[in-house]
């Protein structure tokens, strides 16, 4: 009978190789690849940057807490989000859905410190807002620029999610160059997409880089789906926020017209060689308004806008912009076959109702 040795000489070539690869973990309990060996300088240079941009910027993150207008059965009601200093003197920004119809609003300061604060202005078209606090020694937030943003680079959110004070969360950014619908109904461009987890109370938070740069507010997260979480670029930020110190708001253009987008028939396009196959049918237009004044009438669809087409409503929002604002203008648009120009003075928007 063959005798099989059960010592190391038991063991095939193969074998040697494999256990070779392996070396004992501290513990001597489990082996440890040398590929993980050689990964482990990689792991600890992630680790690192996400502590030292969650060190850099933490100071200048605040919880918001606010109390709203009593709802109908008599309750108060309340919530809470995010937001980040900007200033030493003592700017904020945060989202406009975290303040808006707020009766009271109460910052905390990463120290504790609750210092008295008020809202400066907000733009929910934009989904943004600025409070003021008064309280010393603040630190505030670096801003980075967006073109400095890449897909693919770290992106750090931090905020309070359901009240955990100062949660950092590490992701990528996604992709850029994202819109995305406000609760106003205006569409927002230039969001920035992550999958740094975000949740309810996230938001007005800062997206930060691996230098601890804000590169974007925290904003919105799709659920139930996992990895799809929004943040406004922090060039319209910074865009946003000036305009809102010095006016308490955005002021945009108004023309007084609804309406919905629809395609505009074929020959048309080609006959009038019209840079857009589609418009903004006009559904209505509101009662002493420019549209109404220019000879806008319902059926009519708008193509075009001061020499820039309006393939849809989001399209014209865009152009009616302070620029325009009481500056007389061109509406392009086709009523049944034909094609006409109408003059035009877009007027300030009135601000929604609170």
Not at 96 to 120: C, F, M, Q, T, Y
Not at 219 to 224: D, E, S
Not at 229 to 246: E, M, R
Request: charged share 20%.
């Amino acid at each position: 009978m063959k005798v099989v040795p059960r010592g190391p000489e038991a063991l095939l070539p193969r074998d040697l190789k494999l256990i070779s690869n392996l070396e004992p973990s501290l513990d001597g309990q489990s082996p440890v690849s040398q590929e993980a060996l050689a990964d482990a300088p990689l792991l600890d240079a992630y680790s690192e940057a996400v502590v030292r941009a969650a060190e850099t910027v933490s100071p200048s993150v605040v919880k918001i807490e606010i109390k709203s207008t009593r709802s109908r059965n008599g309750r108060e009601g309340g919530g809470s989000g995010s937001g980040f200093i900007i200033s030493p003197d003592g700017l904020v920004m945060t989202n406009s859905h975290v303040v808006h119809g707020a009766e009271k609003i109460e910052v905390i300061l990463n120290d504790g410190r609750r210092p008295d604060a008020h809202l400066l202005g907000e733009d929910p078209e934009n989904d943004l807002a600025v409070l003021r606090i008064y309280a010393p020694n603040l630190s505030a937030a670096r801003l980075a620029e967006s073109k400095q943003v890449k897909v693919g680079q770290l992106a750090i959110a931090i905020g309070n999610p359901y009240g955990f004070d100062c949660t950092v969360t590490a992701g990528v950014v996604s992709a850029l160059g994202r819109s995305f619908r406000s609760r106003s109904g205006r569409l927002m461009d230039n969001i920035i997409q992550t999958d740094a987890a975000l949740n309810p109370g996230n938001s007005g938070g800062p997206l930060v880089n691996s230098r601890g740069e804000v590169i974007g507010v925290n904003t919105a997260v799709i659920l139930p789906a996992q990895g799809l979480c929004f943040a406004i670029a922090i060039d319209t930020a910074k865009y946003v926020a000036g305009w809102l110190i010095k006016d308490g708001k955005i002021r945009r253009s108004y023309i007084g017209v609804g309406g919905q987008n629809v395609k505009v028939h074929r020959r048309v396009v080609r006959y009038y060689q019209l840079p857009v196959e589609s418009g903004l049918l006009v559904l209505s237009t509101e009662p002493g308004s420019p549209a109404e004044r220019a000879g806008l009438r319902e059926g009519d669809v708008i193509v075009g806008f001061n020499s820039s087409p309006v393939p849809d409503v989001d399209a014209l929002h865009r152009l009616l912009n302070e620029t325009t604002i009481e500056v007389p203008g061109t509406l392009v648009v086709i009523r049944h076959t034909e094609k006409l120009e109408l003059g035009i003075t877009p007027v300030e928007s009135r601000p929604r109702p609170q």
